[in-house]
């Protein structure tokens, strides 16, 4: 018999409600035993109000709201209860452990509620991790897109193609079978066209981007330059906080150090880095930590998706030329200490001839509204431009790149035979991201990244 499990939802420690749920064949029983009521008494979808005891000690847990829900309704599509209870450490405490006492009930692993709900149909694997990422979610863009996956969006994508393929296969192996006289070609000359359309379709969903992993992940902004130009300034002051230690002294920053801020909705890491001072690269000793410090910013610099490069406007018509050594046409280039510069000196402009310097300065807040702004266009031009769906994970792209490579494949197969084997192949890599086929070594990956009680 299947477990009955059971995990707090709620985070752990006072709060106003705290949610127990249970999921599993024992769910209704439970519940009829911790209230001391008839099991008809409870109908699905409905609360009531109920005494809790301790079915072992025969102590009052709380008095308490339960809800039942018949399967196959509910998130996980088996019997399941949930309880809130009055949110105290002690009552949460004495309700897990009457559960534990209740035979065949143990405590939920992470995600196992979601996983019973895929392995009971009510969600695929596309669904159940959009459920994941709405938990993470932390700005509202990430809110949508983990809803809209939620609401199917991939998964309709994906199916369609794999119906489309399925239909081709189907048309193939009928050929194969029963060839059919008025064709003399075969069904090839009516299947290849619509291969060749699916895998254009395929590499335009692939050529995203990343947009999809990036609005789940964060888009990567690195702040880079030379020390003491006020890179640590200026990440507090767009984190709004005392992230990063401001000083007087140059080579104050030796870490990256990694601030997660919601830009205009758009996620975003923030990395602020260590001055760049070549003469300190390679160094040995206490100079030694400088110079791993710089190697490690000049790291964050090449994987950011923008690199923001900190100039120091006291030194013009100085620039570090180690930071110059890093300006591409896509750099962000900020002069900083700016309250006294009237305009960028010509010979400065013409280093820089390709960007377009923001002006700032970090302690008289002044340009750094322009400064986000540009920064949100920026990661606009990056991940937002499009409205259509986009894979959220590596799992989904590997899955599709196995597809096409199929049905390239089936293209230059040489029998219909093969194509054909070549086109079930694809059907199964589409399968695999929706999990409509076997999975198993999949799940345990997937649903680890959940935490316990969803
Ligand atoms: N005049 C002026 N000084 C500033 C401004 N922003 C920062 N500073 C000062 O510049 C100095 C260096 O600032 P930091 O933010 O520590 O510079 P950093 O680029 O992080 O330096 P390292 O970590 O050593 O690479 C501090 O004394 C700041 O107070 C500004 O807008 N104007
Ligand atoms: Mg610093």
Not at 29 to 44: D, H
Not at 55 to 70: C, G, K, L, N, W
Not at 86 to 111: C, F, K, N, Q, T
Not at 325 to 351: H, M, W, Y
Request: hydrophobic share 40%; with cysteine; charged share 25%.
């Amino acid at each position: 018999m299947i477990d009955t499990i059971y995990a707090l939802s709620t985070p752990p420690g006072q709060s106003g409600i705290a949610v127990v749920r249970v999921s599993g064949p024992k769910a209704l029983a439970g519940l009829s035993l911790l209230s001391g009521r008839a099991l008809e008494t409870f109908s699905t979808y409905k609360m009531k109000l109920v005494t809790l005891t301790d079915p072992v000690s025969r102590e009052t847990i709380d008095q308490a709201m339960a809800a039942y829900f018949a399967a196959p309704g509910g998130f996980t599509g088996e019997g399941s209860a949930e309880y809130f209870l009055h949110g105290g450490v002690a009552v949460v405490d004495s309700m897990l452990s009457a559960l534990a006492s209740i035979d065949g009930y143990r405590m939920a692993e992470p995600g196992e509620f979601t996983r019973r709900a895929f392995e009971n149909g009510k969600l695929d694997l596309t669904e159940a991790e959009a459920v994941a990422d709405l938990i993470h979610a932390e700005t509202s863009l990430q809110k949508k897109q983990a809803l809209d996956q939620l609401g199917g969006a991939l998964s309709k994508i994906y199916e369609s193609w794999a119906e489309t393929l399925t239909r081709s296969l189907a048309h193939i192996e009928a050929d194969l079978e029963f060839p059919d006289e008025d064709l003399p070609d075969g069904v090839m000359p009516q299947v290849v066209p619509k291969i060749e359309k699916l895998i254009e379709e395929i590499s335009e969903h692939l050529d995203d981007n990343r947009r999809g992993e990036r609005m789940r992940d964060g888009v990567r902004v690195a702040v880079i330059g030379a020390p003491n130009a006020g890179k640590s300034s200026l990440v507090n002051s767009l984190a709004q906080r005392d992230v990063a230690i401001v000083s007087p002294h140059e080579g104050t920053t030796r870490d990256i150090i990694d601030v997660h801020l919601n830009l205009g909705g758009y996620p975003v890491i923030l990395s602020d880095t260590a001055g760049l001072r070549p003469d300190q690269i390679g160094q040995e000793g206490q100079e030694g930590i400088e110079s791993e410090g710089i190697r490690r910013a000049l790291q964050k610099a090449e994987e950011a998706d923008i690199k923001m490069l900190v100039f120091d406007a006291e030194k013009l018509p100085q620039l570090d030329a180690h930071s110059l050594d890093l300006v591409s046409k896509d750099t962000l280039i900020v002069f900083n200490k700016c309250e006294n510069l009237g305009a960028l000196p010509d010979s400065v402009r013409k280093q820089i001839s390709e960007c377009d310097p923001i002006m700032i300065s970090v302690n008289e807040n002044r340009g750094i509204e322009e400064l986000l702004q540009t920064i949100i266009v920026r990661m606009k031009n990056i991940i937002g431009r499009s409205e259509a769906p986009s894979l959220t994970r590596q799992r989904h792209r590997e899955a599709l790149l196995d597809c096409k490579n199929s049905l390239n494949r089936s293209l230059n197969a040489a029998m219909p035979e093969l194509v054909a084997e070549d086109v079930r192949l694809a059907v199964r890599s589409l399968g695999r991201i929706t999990g409509r086929v076997d999975v198993e070594d999949l799940l345990d990956v997937i649903f680890r990244d959940f935490c316990i009680g969803k």
